[in-house]
């Protein structure tokens, strides 16, 4: 069987090591698979996989394009040509779709050409970008315009960010009639919420399961102690309890503001980590908030979630968060509000659920999970082998010979 997967990345960040985790599957039992991707590079290990698509300045003029008249996934033509020839030459059994915003595809040409293929597709929907006509997720804002149809789009400055035309009418259109009437198309949401919202799209019509995301077990487990402790060392946190916090980008929806109102008071005993800062806001982080850039070492995050007694996720829009699954593969207990999949994963015997934007709420519960995380290490370890990548990702290569048959 030969599997072609398209996403923004490949091998790092949450979507591109779900591609990479299903590659690999696919080759321990024999099978092929090539990971077309458009952003950023590629880990060593996870090259042989790889097939960039188009180049660095084509994503610029895309990002221009979108950034002026709203066209996320308009752009990138030449590339996508070449995308189609490579997808004929791999000659695939199936296709499986991730992200395809990111400014590296035209999803125009290259689902007029899907369509005219009819090769078996996935496509597994990382965000709610594919039915709406602008913005990848809408709780923040209570938005519910994408159920009819999109306009006077609330968020033209959220991700994807458009600066000037409101392109949102025009886009909802164009991705009703490009991503409806594919043959043979499963639609794959990570958790329930995003299934139920599915349900309500324009995208309603196409089967769907839900796959869960998974952790890799054997790279996200305990820390040994003395690797911990170096971390520690390392940043001098030897008589702190850390409460960490880590995101790829802490944008508005992300939480970051919480994270700002709870450090104040908090006892004094627990030290504020946040990863995956940009060097502009740690230099704007106040007293009492030690701030860092992201890790590229998976090995490193490991350390981290190990050391910490907690994990604080405030985000606001979410789907399902591998930082969730990876810090309770840790043993570490997660704090989270009640948004998107989040509650799918933790429970009260693994952390807590605080209603969303609650600040008083967080920082209790993180003051009370701080001093339970030995009693709670066993529950986290019970709960996160639920989402073993090893085990939730078999469901997509039996979903593949499925649809092959």
Known sequence: MRVFQINTFCGI?????????????????????????????????????????????????????????????????????????????????????????????????????????????????????????????????????????????????????????????????????????IPSLVLVPPCHWLEDLVKR?????????????????????????????????????????????????????KGLRYLLEVAPVLDERIQLVVLGLTQTQIESLPTGILGQNATASTQELAAWYSLAQCLVNPTMEDNMPLVNLEALACGTPVVVFQTGGCAEVVDDTCGRVIPKGDALALAKAIMEIASQKESMKNACLVRASHFDSQVTYQKYLALYKELCQ
């Not at 994503?59 to 004929?88: N, P």
């Not at 005219?116 to 709406?132: A, N």
């Open 201 to 253: 799209s324009v995208l309603r019509m196409y089967p769907i399961q839900v796959i869960e995301n998974g952790v890799d077990v054997t790279v996200f487990q305990p820390a040994p102690d003395q690797v911990c402790e170096a971390l520690r060392q390392r940043f001098g946190l030897e008589d702190k309890q850390v409460a960490l916090a880590v995101a790829a980008d802490w944008d508005e929806r």
């Open 13 to 181: 960040k949450s979507t591109g090591r779900i591609t990479t985790s299903i590659a690999q599957l696919l080759e321990k039992q024999g099978d092929e698979c090539l990971i077309g991707f458009g952003a950023e590079d590629v880990p060593p290990m996870f090259q042989y996989y790889a097939y960039r698509i188009g180049m660095p300045i084509g994503r610029k003029v895309h990002g221009a394009i979108r950034k002026f008249l709203d066209m996320e996934g308009y752009g990138s033509s030449l590339a996508t040509w070449r995308l189609i020839r490579k997808i004929e030459a791999f000659n695939p059994d199936v296709i499986h779709l991730h992200n395809l915003h990111g400014c590296y595809v035209n999803v125009k040409m290259l689902f007029r050409y899907l369509k005219e293929r009819g090769t078996p597709m996935v496509w597994t929907l990382h965000d709610c970008w594919p039915f709406t006509g602008h913005c990848a997720y809408f709780d923040f804002v209570g938005c519910e315009k994408w159920q009819a149809i999109c306009d006077h789009c609330p968020q033209l400055r959220s991700y994807p960010t458009c600066l000037w035309w409101d392109g949102s009418r025009r886009n909802f259109r164009r991705k009703q009639r490009a991503f409806t009437d």
